[in-house]
T-cell receptor
Framework: EAQVTQNPRYLITVTGKKLTVTCSQNMNHEYMSWYRQDPGLGLRQIYY???????DKGDVPEGYKVSRKEKRNFPLILESPSPNQTSLYFC?????????????FGPGTRLLVL | AQSVTQLDSQVPVFEEAPVELRCNYSSSVSVYLFWYVQYPNQGLQLLLKYLSGSTLVKGINGFEAEFNKSQTSFHLRKPSVHISDTAEYFCAVSAPFSGGYNKLIFGAGTRLAVHP
C-alpha cells in the first residue's frame, strides 16, 4: 500500500530532551516536507526537501533540524524541545516538485513538551 | 505574498442538508487551488484541486468547488451531507516559489460538524 508513515504517533517529553520523529514514504517521491498544525493557524511548513541531501527552511524552521540521506526517509529532529513546540506534526510527500502536485500526508505525530 | 482565508472556523449542519465552506485567497499571480480533508485522528487527504480549465471542479465523496477568479474565491459545496463528512477541511493555494517549485499555503481550517 502506498503510504507515508510517521513514528511515533504520540510523544510526551520534557524540555531539552532531544527527540526524532521519523517519516518514511514508499512511493519513490522526490519532494518531502514537514508541517506543524496549531489551532486557528492551519498547517505551516517547517522544512522541505527537493531530493536526497537537498533541504531548505520553510516558514517556521526555528528549533528544528532535518536530514535527507535516503530518498524514502525524512526525519524531523528537535535538538532541545521547548513547550512552544507542542503541536501536531505532519510529514508529506509528492511525486515531483512542480506546481499542482498533490501532497500525500502521513497520519500525524502529536507532541507534548512539558 | 499569498494568503488564504477560510471565512468560517466552524460550520454546524444537519444530516442531508447542503453545505458550503468558504475560501478566499490573495495572490498577485496565478495560483492552483486545493481542498484537503482531515478526518479525526488522521492525516490530510486531497478532496479536489483546480489547476486550469473548467472552473467547476468535482472531487471525492460528492464534493465540488467553484473557482471564481474575479472574487478570488474557491468555495467548497456538497448538496447533501452525511454524518461521515464530519471533519476539518483545509483550503490551500500553491504559489510560485523560488527554486522553480511550488509551496502549499494553508488556510486555518473549517470544522464541519454534521448532526443527525
Amino acid at each position: 500500500e502506498a503510504q507515508v508513515t510517521q513514528n511515533p504517533r504520540y510523544l510526551i517529553t520534557v524540555t531539552g530532551k532531544k527527540l526524532t520523529v521519523t517519516c518514511s514514504q514508499n512511493m519513490n517521491h522526490e519532494y518531502m516536507s514537514w508541517y506543524r498544525q496549531d489551532p486557528g493557524l492551519g498547517l505551516r511548513q517547517i522544512y522541505y526537501s527537493m531530493n536526497v541531501e537537498v533541504t531548505d527552511k520553510g516558514d517556521v524552521p526555528e528549533g528544528y533540524k532535518v536530514s535527507r540521506k535516503e530518498k524514502r526517509n525524512f526525519p524531523l529532529i528537535l535538538e532541545s524541545p521547548s513547550p512552544n513546540q507542542t503541536s501536531l506534526y505532519f510529514c508529506a510527500s509528492s511525486p515531483a516538485l512542480g506546481s499542482g502536485e498533490t501532497q500525500y500526508f502521513g497520519p500525524g505525530t502529536r507532541l507534548l513538551v512539558l | 505574498a499569498q494568503s488564504v482565508t477560510q471565512l468560517d472556523s466552524q460550520v454546524p449542519v444537519f444530516e442531508e442538508a447542503p453545505v458550503e465552506l468558504r475560501c478566499n485567497y490573495s495572490s498577485s499571480v496565478s495560483v492552483y487551488l486545493f481542498w484537503y480533508v482531515q478526518y479525526p485522528n488522521q492525516g490530510l487527504q486531497l478532496l479536489l484541486k483546480y489547476l486550469s480549465g473548467s472552473t467547476l471542479v468535482k472531487g471525492i465523496n460528492g464534493f465540488e468547488a467553484e473557482f471564481n477568479k474575479s472574487q478570488t474565491s474557491f468555495h467548497l459545496r456538497k448538496p447533501s451531507v452525511h454524518i461521515s463528512d464530519t471533519a476539518e477541511y483545509f483550503c490551500a493555494v500553491s504559489a510560485p516559489f523560488s527554486g522553480g517549485y511550488n509551496k502549499l499555503i494553508f488556510g486555518a481550517g473549517t470544522r464541519l460538524a454534521v448532526h443527525p
